[in-house]
Nanobody, 115 residues
């Protein structure tokens, strides 16, 4: 069973930065796509960004220009660099990875943007 473990969440002031990490217990080269989702209280889970096995990336309009997704196959880790954070970015952020046979989720990490 593959596990995805997120880290890097926390409390940050508006305009600040955080870097989320998602470490997998097996080679991330086996996933054809990996991504970050988030869920704010009372709202549906939404896609924030994804990266393909060919390193193509895509972002939600709300985070374009502020967030950057990347992956390190040598460390089996995916990252989300979040800059110029806004209060509306407050949510639990989840790591997601898709293989041909299964979709995996992490447990989530809380990001709170508040002064």
């Amino acid at each position: 069973q593959v596990q995805l473990v997120e880290s890097g969440g926390g409390l940050v002031q508006p305009g600040g930065s955080l870097r989320l990490s998602c470490e997998a217990t097996r080679s991330i080269s086996t996933f054809y796509i990996m991504g970050w989702y988030r869920q704010a209280p009372g709202k549906q889970r939404e896609l924030v960004a994804f990266i393909t096995s060919g390193d193509n990336t895509n972002y939600a309009d709300s985070v374009k220009g502020r967030f950057t997704i990347s992956r390190d196959t040598g460390k089996n880790t995916m990252h989300l660099q979040m800059n110029t954070l806004k209060p509306e970015d407050t949510a639990v952020y989840y790591c997601n990875a898709k293989s041909p046979s299964y979709t995996y989720w992490g447990q989530g990490t809380q990001v709170t943007v508040s002064s």
